[in-house]
């Protein structure tokens, strides 16, 4: 999926279930890194020419029984598009 910068959706899975019994994995993509997790989780990151800091990378979060929220921070220059995917485990 494509995500543009400062962009936070939510995705309707309808796993179902107990969210304690789920693995996910989320992978990155821009067409110049190609597939990557840098920044996975998102990063705060100061440079030293600036005094603010750049927010960077995409993350996931409140994963419940039917849906994930995933989030592009707003400077990210190379999560443009996530592939998330959610294991049942038993």
Do not use: F, K
């Not at 969210?19 to 990063?43: C, F, K, S, W």
């Not at 927010?55 to 443009?80: C, F, K, M, Q």
């Amino acid at each position: 999926m494509s995500l543009a910068q400062g962009e936070t959706r939510t995705i309707e899975h309808g796993i179902g279930g107990d969210p304690d019994d789920y693995v996910v994995d989320m992978q990155l993509r821009n067409d110049t890194a190609g597939r990557h997790i840098l920044y996975l989780g998102g990063e705060s990151l100061v440079l030293s020419s600036q005094s603010q800091p750049r927010h960077l990378g995409a993350y996931w979060r409140n994963l419940v029984s039917d849906s994930i929220t995933v989030r592009r921070e707003d400077e990210d220059p190379v999560a443009d598009q996530l592939r998330v995917r959610i294991w049942l485990i038993r």
